[in-house]
């Protein structure tokens, strides 16, 4: 094994990037038990919410949760003239897109910085009004996620993108029609944007070495729903056949998995005992080998009405074990942090190898901070295929455990790594401040108010 790298980048202090209104202090050392509900996946809801744009008349969305990202998509939705209410059921949201005309610069720009959805709603407006306008785009800071897969997309089915000063200008002169597109990485945010562009693009459309994540199945669902003609074939291939016009929708998008996951490694992590209402078995298929070799155990609940799935540590020490991201179905990135927690206290030397994104790693140097032992390094520590083994990455991990873990001060980089410092907190002893938590409210709903009724000791300063 070849020498890690002895620094990694400073993170910035609670001073420099956020107030009090942004801190949560938590006292840890105390098992989670009991039960939380998962709602709407945070991967889907969004992306459903911009396909309603496609439709020529009101759709209905169900099991919506409220996180931030569904509150950026609504200010962007309702700046295009999308009429956007609440249903009659808690999680119900009505979605209106009969008067969509051209938004203020301005305005959308307000919204973008703080989400990376304006990109998709580049094909669906396209088709609506014959304009797209997408200024700088924001999301959370884990690695390069380029646009260029969504412009070049859109160039394909003949779309013309300006690049001025204030953003990209993007404009269809005449219906888009049909191509042929092979991702050279099968992402998740490309088939998506392919997706909401060739359902009403004339003729047909294949696209090849697609993502197949549950929330792009679903998203599929939605758009079949609407009118939409889409055959997902073998080998990564989705093929799409363009119709004149799309229906409004009524859909439940399914749950969370990867907040279930958060949730369950927060219970291994603390030796607790958590119920995940509304966790399904099959997305988390993957997940639960994983939880289950660490040495979690699991219960499966699928009478109807009472869907879930219950995580808890059954005692004893939890096992070291090699693990690598990949796309779906491999074991999701979006899991590697908070699970990586986890195995700072399982016994002996784990092996992580991040093979999507180049910079989520980096969030353990607040876990070293806090007295676990994990070593970073470039080289591919495992046999899965890496986008960036050769570019010089910090993105393999050998975690060292058990480890007692000591509370400290805390600033959240993004999202998952966020949730896995309040997991790291929980761990830990003592009460650590935890800065940033406007990042993780983005995907977890309410997780205060989660975290108090599982016994956490968590405190709102302001």
């Known amino acids: ?144 996620r380029p646009i260029d897969f969504h412009l070049d997309a859109l160039r394909s089915f003949g779309a013309v993108v300006d690049k001025r000063p204030e953003g990209l200008h993007i404009s269809a002169p005449q219906r888009l029609r049909g191509t042929k597109i092979t991702l050279p990485y099968p992402s998740v945010g490309s088939t998506e944007q392919v997706l909401l562009t060739a359902v009403l693009a004339e003729g047909v459309t294949e696209l090849r070495n697609a993502a197949t994540e549950p929330e792009i199945q679903d998203l599929i669902a939605v758009l079949q729903k609407m009118g939409a003609i889409i055959s997902v074939l073998d080998n990564r291939v989705i093929q799409i056949t363009g119709v004149e016009s799309l229906s409004g929708y009524k859909h439940r998008a399914l749950p969370d998995r990867l907040e279930a996951a958060s949730w369950a490694c927060a219970a291994l992590a603390t030796g607790g005992d958590i119920l995940v209402r509304g966790a399904l078995q099959g997305p988390m298929m993957t997940f639960l080998n994983v939880f289950r070799r660490v040495g979690g155990a699991f219960e499966v609940e699928d009478e109807p009405g009472e869907l879930g799935i219950r995580f808890w540590h059954p005692g004893g020490p939890l096992s070291a074990l090699a693990l690598e991201t990949d796309v779906h179905p491999g074991f999701q990135t979006d899991w590697q942090q908070p699970m990586v927690v986890a195995l700072t206290q399982a016994q002996g030397l784990s092996i992580v190898h991040e093979t999507v994104y180049e910079k989520r790693l980096g969030f353990t140097k607040a ?37 007692k873990l000591h509370a400290t001060d805390l600033v959240i980089p993004d999202l998952r790594a966020g949730f896995s410092y309040l997991i790291a907190a929980l761990a830990a002893q003592g009460t650590s401040s935890v800065h940033g938590i406007s990042l993780i409210s983005r995907g977890y709903e309410d997780f205060g108010s989660k975290l108090a009724d599982l016994g956490a000791q968590v405190e709102f300063p302001s």
Not at 382 to 397: D, E, I, K, L, V
């Open 1 to 144: 094994m070849t020498s890690p790298a002895t620094t990694l980048p400073r993170p910035a202090e609670p001073s420099e990037a956020f107030d009090s209104a942004d801190l949560i202090r938590v006292t840890g050392g105390t098992p989670l038990t009991g039960e939380v509900t998962v709602r709407g996946a945070k991967n889907l809801v969004p992306k459903a919410m911009v396909a309603a744009l496609l439709g020529d008349g009101p759709s209905l969305l169900r099991n919506v949760p409220q996180i931030s990202d569904v509150r950026i998509v609504t200010g962007l939705l309702e700046a295009h003239g999308v009429s956007v209410r609440q249903g009659e059921q808690p999680g119900d949201l009505i979605l209106d897109p009969t008067s969509v005309g051209r938004p203020d610069h301005a305005e959308i720009a307000a919204h973008a910085g703080s989400s990376r959805i304006p990109i998709l709603l580049c094909g669906p407006l396209l088709h609506r009004i014959g304009h797209a306008f997408i200024p700088d785009l924001g999301g959370c800071r884990i690695g390069d």
């Open 367 to 403: 876990l070293i901070d806090m007295g676990a032992q994990v070593q970073l390094y470039r080289e591919c520590l495992g046999g899965t295929p890496c986008r960036f083994g050769q570019r010089n990455f910090m993105h393999s991990a050998v975690i060292s455990g058990p480890t």
